[in-house]
């Protein structure tokens, strides 16, 4: 058996989304800048995705940015806000993925940037008293708040934080990477100035995603080109990509409940199982949690497994994907900062294993003999 368990990292892209990018490889290679009808053809299929993903967010189409994906889009929004807005503090949490939090630094030290970590507690939760005060002693904040948690898969409830910067008159940024395609996102609903999507965290292709900004919004272009993207992003568009991004959207939208139950049913049934068989399982943050966390993220502490690469490998050699945390900066072997700030990583090995709509029962079963067979339990 061949087990992927590491859709955190990147999800298989879906042959019917394949299908629709494929005319786009072969006919459709008109410049979508070029006033040809080969090039007016790929605007308007363009324009169509842009208009198609606008409304399954409810928002509106000039609203959307395509990019290079979630960490460009995280880049555009965080770094034109801060030059531009007269940001006195920007207000994040140590537990941000680092498209987040390397740009922090940048900032900081680049703009000499007052970046205010809010407090969390050893499940990952945001300390709501410590957030108001960090917004309280600064007059013009910028918050960047993750919806979901890539690593441990806490959810953060966006609307209560929302509610918040509006109080305090601060704007809001949502790294929304991990729940863009998995969870209902209405933007008529909620008071934000941005959030972020990238297609291949919900089976569309790599390489491309958006940055959602609200019209109330407004920065300077990111990218200097060409006029492009209504001048905020030159350089020619991922054609493909952005045909790929837009039907992935609207698969994972149209078919959401549908996967949303299968793959809770896996999550579940890998929970019970862990812990009927290993006795001093834990599961990190609140990722055991399956009102509280990403139904795709299972975070895990194996007792005795003290070489988490060693272990990752003997999963590898028994054909099971899985990652130690997250794998966006793969090759490196810092550990995981989430797990770290935590506290949580004790000495025990930390496992994610993230979910799709592929995946099965069967699997969960045979990843946990394996697990298993390797720990010798
Ligand atoms: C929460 C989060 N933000 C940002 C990113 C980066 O997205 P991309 O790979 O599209 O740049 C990831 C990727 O793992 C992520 O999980």
């Known amino acids: 058996m061949n087990v992927y368990f590491?859709?955190?990292?990147?999800?298989?892209?879906?042959k019917k989304v394949l299908e629709k990018m494929l005319p786009y490889m072969e006919q459709g290679y008109g410049n979508p800048s070029s006033i040809h009808k080969k090039g007016r053809e790929i605007k308007s299929a363009i324009e169509k995705s842009r208009s198609k993903i606008a409304e399954l967010l409810s928002c509106e189409p000039g609203e959307i940015f395509f990019t290079s994906g979630g960490t460009e889009a995280d880049n555009m929004f965080l770094i034109n806000t801060v030059i531009e807005k007269n940001i006195d503090a920007l207000i994040t949490t140590k537990l941000e993925h680092h498209a987040v939090l390397h740009c922090c630094d940048y900032l900081s030290k680049v703009n000499k940037t007052k970046i205010r970590f809010v407090e969390t507690n050893e499940k990952g939760d945001i300390n709501?008293?410590?957030?108001?005060?960090?917004?309280?002693?600064?007059?013009?904040?910028?918050?960047s708040l993750?919806?979901?948690?890539?690593?441990?898969?806490?959810?953060?409830n966006l609307k209560k934080i929302s509610k918040i910067c509006t109080q305090y008159n601060a704007i809001l940024h949502s790294d929304t990477v991990q729940t863009?395609?998995?969870?209902?996102?209405?933007?008529?609903?909620?008071?934000?100035?941005?959030?972020?999507?990238?297609?291949?965290?919900?089976?569309?292709?790599?390489?491309?995603?958006?940055?959602?900004?609200?019209?109330?919004?407004?920065?300077?272009?990111?990218?200097?080109?060409?006029?492009?993207?209504?001048?905020?992003?030159?350089?020619?568009?991922?054609?493909y990509g952005i045909i790929g991004l837009a039907e992935a959207l609207k698969i994972s939208c149209e078919e959401m409940d549908e996967h949303k139950e299968k793959i809770i049913s896996v999550k579940r049934k890998m929970i019970e199982l862990l812990q009927n068989k290993i006795d001093g399982i834990k599961f990190n943050g609140l990722s055991d949690n399956l009102e509280k966390s990403l139904y795709t993220v299972l975070n895990v502490s194996i007792p005795g497994i003290d070489d988490q690469q060693m272990f990752l490998f003997n999963l590898d050699m028994n054909n099971i994907a899985a990652s130690g945390g997250s794998a966006c900066s793969s090759g490196s072997d810092i550990g995981s900062h989430v797990l770290a700030e935590i506290k949580k990583y004790d000495g025990h090995s930390s496992i994610r294993f993230s979910f799709n709509k592929y995946n099965s029962i069967e699997e969960v079963e045979y990843v946990v003999d394996k697990i298993l067979e390797i720990i010798k339990i």
């Open 146 to 156: 993750m919806h979901g948690n890539n690593e441990i898969g806490n959810i953060n």
């Open 180 to 239: 863009i395609g998995h969870y209902k996102i209405d933007l008529n609903d909620i008071n934000i100035d941005g959030i972020v999507g990238s297609a291949h965290k919900f089976h569309g292709p790599k390489g491309v995603g958006f940055l959602y900004l609200n019209n109330k919004h407004k920065i300077s272009p990111y990218i200097h080109g060409g006029s492009q993207e209504r001048n905020m992003r030159g350089g020619t568009e991922n054609v």
């Open 128 to 143: 709501y008293q410590d957030f108001e005060d960090a917004l309280k002693s600064n007059k013009r904040s910028l918050v």
């Open 6 to 14: 590491d859709n955190a990292a990147t999800t298989p892209l879906d």
